[in-house]
């Protein structure tokens, strides 16, 4: 028999003393090594520095709320900015590559809904069509090479494609199914996981609510979307998002009225005509004139969708898009846009105004003035390091109330701040149990030892000296806790897979689970030193064991 | 393979701190292949002997020396515990008065166990046909607890006989049997030890048993620490 043999022999001799011990090193090593998984994955996600956008412009506020709510979509958006701060930046092509404007504020059963334009998917934001060397998917063309190519990996003849917006670097959307949204009709692309999570799928159509920010009081709103296109899997948040067209996320009545307040309140204006307890809701016709742009901004403009759904009037009829599409064009009383082919024009329903008219074509007309359009934030590719500091501090000493950061830097800190010491205390603990596991080993060993010194004697008269019995023991503490560890890892496994899911409910991207690193190996090796180390204690027991005397006791 | 044994000693230490003698055996020759029976009384040293000779235990004085035909002699007194330990498993068969079988090994891994400890390699015909020549044959993965104590004893038998040793060293190997078990048992130590050629110091207190063998020793001749057995005991049977 070899030593294997008799290791395993004995082990199965006292089953229920060698099944707990493995259980305890199983369960130490499993947490460990969820812990670890959990710690690698959440530094590779939370310092990930491949974002297609260097910069996130949003409310002046938390830079990580703002980051988080951009990039993850978890927590509520920290505030809103005027839709003039993106022009600007958009058309600051000094130091701007690229910048895609982020409305957000409501959901379709709990999935975020984005107001944002094509040129997020790499396409032109006014026409929705490809740019040059991507097809109607966004997907590049054969014998073109993307434009984020190094000049040096460019062949002498290589076309190069449009430089267009990449969500993370190398890495733009593309569509599945479908096609891009027409960037004013109530269509929406949605992301790959959308249609597992809400049964939405191409065709369908759907009405949002708002996103009370985690209270059950949820609002639909009466707008209605076609989803046209479902976008490739990104492996980020993205993949949960909804995505519709600027115009037509503004057009939905209720954020008419709460970017009215917030451009009121960043304007200095009365608040007080928004007070409906003073002024009950009498019919009032889009405005239709342009607001002056504020002289100096407040210095902290209110949340995002500040408005009161409670106190909001509900309409109490109104026709869908597609009823409106279809419907006889009837000009309204207040239709003050005579001579337009509008099957549909903003009017009253009990009091609420539709700032939008639709078109027989199922574009939509916004009413609302640019300058009383508000965003969560923008997404900003900018022209390189000096470019984003430049715009960094431009942004922080105007008077527009907004604020640019680094998202990687910020996620960085995150996890410095947050993450990395809750994972540190895990792991700690981890070692802890660990450690304990390696006791429970030693103890079990030990009593096992104290049971065995005849068979020790035994063994010791049949020709084994005192090292191989030594050796023996240690061999058996050792098997049982690379055993118990190696099961611990793939229950680890398990675990972190299950963390994953977590995960992916609550943020949208997934662990890479699967995969080992050398960390859980070195983990493996010092549980399997340290059981080996536990059955010193009881093997140095057996080693000075008595032989004549246990074999005369017996 | 022959014994030597020259002016060996071993005393213990008794309670009160005084030094008593156990053994005390000026000289004790044991020729090649001879089966030697040495009887005593209990307490008169004969396992002491025994464990001194298996170097189980080491001596205040004296030399126990064994000669191989292949390894020329070998004084295990001067070894140390470690090379003790390797010459007792490679040339030396053991038979406990209790068999001392593993529990949780099957007869035929208490067998092979015995050979685990010599760094040859297992030999699993040997050990079956070890257990087939003392009647176990259809009782191979039986463990001890499912064996009477007559076929616990024989899987003993077989175990000591493992490594075709050149000396078998049984103590009592019939104590606790009854007359019938006990003949048979004896009778397979000696044709086993015959079959591989080892030598056998067989102690005992039973005359019946000691006189089958080939040559009987009565304990408190050789050793001067033993009290003599009385007259009846020595008595022809």
Redesign the interface.
Known sequence: ??PFQ?VL??M??RALSTWLTLLAVLLGSALAVAVLILQRESRALFTQSDFGYDLIVGSKGSPMQLVLNTTYHVDKSPGNIRYIVYEAIRNNRFQVKHAIPYAVGDQYKGLRVAGTTAALFGFDEFTGQPPAGYDDKGKLLPGYLPASTRAEDRPADAKVAADVFEIRFGKKFTLAQGRVFHPRKFEAVIGSEVTDRTGLKMGDTFKVTHDTGGSSKLDEHDEEWTVVGVLDKTFTAEDRVIYIPLPTFFAIPKHEEAMDVQTAMQTGEDLSKFDKSKKPATTTTAPATTQSAPATAPAAPPPAHAHDHKSDPKPTTRPTTTQATAAVHKPDEDDEEDGHDHSHHGHSHGGMKYPYLINRDGTIDLRLPKDRWMLSAILVRTRGGAANMGLTYQLANSPSGAMGVNPASVMREFFTTFLGPTTLLLLVIAVMVAVTAAVSILVSIYNAVSARQ??IA???????????VLSLICLEAGVIGAVGGFLGLLLGHFVARVLSAVFEARMGVQLDWLSTSWHEWVYLGSIIVLSVLAGLVPGLKAYRTP??TN??A? | MSLAIRNLAKRFVAPDGSAVPVIDVPSLDIPAGQHVALIGSSGSGK?TLL?LI?G??TPDAGTITFDLPAAGSTDITALS??QR??F???HLG?I?Q?H?L????TAL?NV???????NRK?DPAWAKHLLTEVGLADRLDYKPGKLSVGQQQRVAVA?ALA?RPSLVLADEPTGALDPTNAQQVLELIRKLCKEVGASLLLVSHDLAIARQLETVLTLSDINRASKPLPAPALAPG
């Open positions: 028999m070899n008799l022999k004995q199965r001799q005849r068979e035994i063994m010791r008269a049949l020709g084994a000296t005192r090292g191989k032989v004549a074999l005369v017996a | 396992t464990h298996a189980i235990v515990e470690a330990d390797v007792r498993g490679r053991y406990f209790t001392h593993l529990g949780g090994f891994e092979l166990l015995g050979m685990s400890f010599t297992a175990r490594n």
